[in-house]
């Protein structure tokens, strides 16, 4: 009884650290993501991207903005690298299922004084988590 027991509490243990490892891996993605938005660095933004995915963005006057991984990081391109821009980010949830996951990022841009949420959609491609797609809605004051 005592083997059974043990066994079971040693597979429980092991999935247990498998679902940790596969967040920490998407975390480290959208941090990633996030520091490249917040301190101008393109190549920090488009790397946890999948090549070829979308961004269904706010912007004034339109009631969709659609770019790549890569437009989206060009528009960092002439702001001084590595420096804090005033965009701070921070994970709210994420939620894996097999090889899918989604996640919530809060985007708060304080000297505006605004703030996004932004909706991802990852897969887990060849082994590594990737961005599939992101949305983002620009909240009401």
């Not at 920090?44 to 912007?59: C, N, Q, R, V």
């Not at 989206?72 to 994420?94: P, T, V």
């Amino acid at each position: 009884m005592k083997i059974i027991y043990l066994t079971l509490v040693s597979l429980f243990l092991v999935g247990a650290c498998h679902a940790q490892n596969e967040e920490d891996d998407i975390r480290k993605n959208l941090q990633m993501y996030i520091d490249g938005t917040s301190y101008s660095e393109p190549d920090k933004i488009t790397a946890p991207f999948y090549e070829d995915a979308l961004m269904f963005l706010s912007k004034k006057g339109q009631p969709i903005y659609i770019l790549s991984a890569k437009e989206y990081a060009q528009l960092f391109e002439k702001r001084e690298k590595g420096k804090f821009n005033g965009r701070e980010g921070s994970i709210l949830s994420i939620d894996i299922a097999n090889d899918i996951a989604t996640a919530k990022v809060e985007i708060l841009i304080k000297d505006q004084n605004l703030r996004f949420i932004d909706l991802f959609l990852l897969k887990k491609l060849e082994g590594n988590w990737k961005i599939i797609s992101k949305a983002a809605t620009l909240l009401p004051n």
